[in-house]
């Protein structure tokens, strides 16, 4: 009796996920994004870089094709022979017209590398609206007009943006672009559909420089591995709001083995379950496919059979075309196995670091 209800009770609040899921991706796709005046947007766009990735120059030029004039691009690595380097010169040579400015500091300020760099990019920055945005990341020409328009507002702390995977040609690549496309984005749709602001992403957090020196600077998260949600965070404990603009940027998912793809998303899973323990604990039940089939072996009715095909179907439409539908099954089983990895563990490792997940108070 009790094996039925819980099966029972996991296939509802599981199909009841991917149906929920399903209708917030779509809603979102379909959704005409705001309107963006051109113009001049003075902002100074940080782009803490390590390595030449490999659309590194292609991600980082979208940055110098904006709609809008007035804008600076900053640049920063630690190392002197960053194969990096070589990429912005070029960029500074096939867009003479942008101000793009290469910083070269090896200062470190704490565990956190990234931070430490954005420390040392932040002395550069000309203008009072910052926008922090990882170096794998691409964006359409208004990308600066919108997310730079909620500012405006001084109640608003930070604008963030969700983003979409864009894999390499490989297997395992574009397995991982499903975890960000089927499981990230669609959780924090739901998320911020019911009304949770908690959240900052990497991809771009917008800023103005008071509200930065207001939390500390980027010196308050020196030694945070989740520094973009603290940034956030940090904002949102000083009274102002987090908005999540409608813009969607891209990220390039460049892992091509299974031992390359577990690491990284091993460490997204710990970094989560470190900021939000109890949540994550429940996480299990958006993974569709395998909750499905354990919820309809414990509770094999014709009722719940009917919810476990409708939640089955509401994934595999999130999944968005047959081919990712087919491996949603994998990619769910997948998800399940790490996060019960992740359950356990203190330490991830990032680039050529293993750091822990536990960020100070």
């Not at 990735?53 to 630690?78: K, M």
């Not at 600077?217 to 945070?224: H, I, V």
Request: hydrophobic content about 50%; proline content about 6%.
């Amino acid at each position: 009796m009790a094996a039925t209800l819980l099966g029972s009770a996991l296939t509802c609040v599981s199909a009841g996920y991917a149906v929920a899921a399903a209708v917030l991706t779509r809603r979102a796709g379909a959704r005409a994004p705001a309107a963006a005046a051109a113009g001049e947007v003075r902002a100074s766009v940080l782009k803490p870089l390590c390595g030449a990735e490999p659309r590194l120059y292609d991600n980082l030029a979208t940055l110098c094709r904006q709609s809008v004039t007035g804008y600076q691009v900053v640049c920063g690595v630690r190392d002197p022979d960053d194969p990096a380097i070589a990429v912005v010169r070029r960029l500074q040579q096939d867009f003479p017209d942008i101000d793009i400015t290469l910083v070269i500091d090896p200062r470190v300020h704490g565990s956190n590398l990234k931070v430490s760099n954005l420390i040392n990019l932040a002395a550069h920055a000309r203008h009072d609206l910052l926008v922090v945005a990882d170096s794998d990341i691409a964006v359409p020409p208004d990308y600066l007009a919108r997310v730079a328009a909620p500012l405006a507002d001084p109640g608003v702390g930070i604008v963030t943006c969700l983003y979409r995977g864009r894999p390499v040609d490989a297997f395992w690549a574009k397995l991982g672009a499903q975890f960000i496309d089927d499981w990230f984005a669609p959780s924090v749709r739901i998320a911020h559909a019911g009304g949770s602001r908690r959240f900052a992403f990497g991809a771009t957090i917008a800023l103005r420089r008071d509200t930065l020196t207001q939390i500390g600077g980027f010196a308050s998260l020196s030694d945070r591995l989740a520094d973009d949600f603290w940034l956030g965070e940090l904002t949102r404990q000083a009274g102002l709001r987090t908005v999540l603009s409608d813009m969607v940027v891209t990220t390039d998912v460049t892992e091509t083995r299974l031992p390359e793809l577990w690491t990284h998303e091993l460490r997204w899973l710990r970094t989560i379950r470190s900021l939000n323990p109890a949540g994550f604990a429940f996480t299990f039940i958006t993974f569709t496919w395998p909750m499905l089939v354990v919820g309809v072996v414990l509770s094999p009715a014709e009722w719940t059979t009917a919810i476990a095909v409708a939640g089955a179907l509401a994934r595999s439409a999130m999944a968005g075309t047959p081919t990712t539908a087919l491996r949603a099954p994998l990619r769910d089983t997948l998800l399940l196995i790490g996060w019960a990895a992740a359950l356990g563990g203190q330490r991830v490792r990032w680039r050529q670091q293993v750091l822990s997940v536990q960020d100070p108070a």
